[in-house]
């Protein structure tokens, strides 16, 4: 069956959430219990969503972390491996490398070897192609450097002790979930309906998991936090805030026949508070980048004043920095309002609970400095 999904886009505050809960919950009461499931990216959202759903015989509505998810299908399909805690990985790849190096096989990392640093950094490197589904095998036959064929033995050797122990880390969950679903499709058999909401990118395994899900289920919807002028890559295009949703909407659209939704944020911000809607309104919108033109428009200001050093020599000070609330303000052209009340100055801007340091405490923190390079 040719896998189909429903992609639910929109920028922040769109109403993605809400209109998939809405979908969610009416299914849900038709469908019953363990017909519906709802993938979340971690605890927190996972608890916010089980509050929305909590009513009635909505107790157990099947909504979990992509982990969680993955698990049960190890466990359905009686895959004899054990998960690892994220220290129990880390001695493993000490161990491994451990090994390489009395062997004589690390002769480029060889002095940082075993060192916390260079633990911490192979980790990253081994989950960084673990999540690109990049073998040892094959990034030591590419590689043309000797840090590179070193740190693909690192990774090799982990994956050895792994297999020998019958266990699997954080990114080697996906990989065993994904082949119980090859070898049992049965696994994902009775699914009505699949809601993924708060992802901006997946793993390989991920998106394997999720298109053999969208090919099973009766019905798939796939939230994205993105806005029509990055996929349209049209002028007003933010790439900086919405880059890594434009390649998962992409990859999504390579792997599965897929149906757009678009939500209107206006909808959505009409409910919020005025001060939220102002937020959003300014932090996002295109002058940002673009600038603004009139009057109120000001000159960056300047990073140093000129003070008096003893003697009479004249340096420079660096100035107390811009608040949040400022710098937003400044750059969509209208300045914070200040107040003097007790002579302290601070931003009374509407969002000025996000700045409590006055400028007061900024010269305070920084006198010591100044008085000992006998600035001031």
């Known amino acids: 069956m040719t896998p189909r999904a429903t992609l639910v886009l929109g920028p922040s505050r769109a109403g993605k959430t809400r209109s998939l809960l809405n979908r969610y919950s009416t299914l849900l009461d038709v469908a019953g219990r363990g017909r519906c499931v709802w993938l979340a990216p971690n605890s927190t959202a996972v608890a916010e969503v089980r509050d929305a759903l909590a009513v009635g015989s909505r107790l157990e509505p099947g909504v979990g972390t992509f982990a969680g998810f993955a698990q049960q299908l190890l466990v359905a399909g009686r895959v004899p491996a054990r998960a690892l805690a994220p220290g129990e990985s880390r001695r493993l790849l000490e161990h491994a490398i451990a090994e390489l190096r009395a062997a004589g096989q690390l002769r480029h990392f060889a002095r940082v070897a075993e060192t916390p640093g260079f633990v911490a950094q192979a980790g990253v490197f081994i989950a960084d192609a673990k999540r690109r589904d990049a073998w040892a095998e094959a990034l030591q036959k590419s590689a043309r450097q000797q840090r ?29 979930a994904r082949d119980a679903v090859k070898r049992a499709p049965e696994l994902l058999a009775g699914i009505d309906l699949v809601v993924v909401d708060g992802f901006n990118d997946f793993t390989a395994a991920q998106y394997d998991i999720l298109q053999r899900l969208a090919a099973a289920a009766r019905e798939t919807c796939i939230s994205l936090t993105i806005d029509a002028a990055t996929v349209d890559a049209t002028a007003a295009a933010r790439p900086d805030l919405f880059g890594r949703s434009a390649e998962t909407l992409r990859t999504l659209g390579e792997r599965m026949r897929c149906q757009r939704q678009w939500l209107d944020p206006h909808e959505e911000a009409a409910t919020a508070p005025p001060m939220w809607r102002q937020v959003a309104d300014k932090l996002f919108a295109a002058e940002l980048t673009e600038g603004v033109a009139g009057d109120d428009q000001r000159e960056p200001p300047a990073k140093y004043a000129p003070v008096s050093r003893p003697g009479g020599s004249a340096a420079l000070r660096p100035q107390p920095p811009l608040c949040v609330c400022e710098a937003a303000s400044r750059s969509v052209g209208r300045g914070a309002r200040e107040s003097t009340s007790g002579g302290d100055a601070f931003c009374s801007h509407p969002v000025s609970f996000v700045c409590k340091k006055t400028a007061r405490d900024w010269a305070t923190d920084r006198v010591s400095h100044w008085q000992a390079s006998g600035w001031g």
Do not use: S, T, V
Request: proline share 0%.
């Open 148 to 176: 590179e064929r070193e740190l693909a033995a690192i990774y090799g050797a982990y994956q050895r002790l792994l297999a020998k122990a019958r266990a699997f880390d954080a990114e080697g969950l996906f990989w065993a």
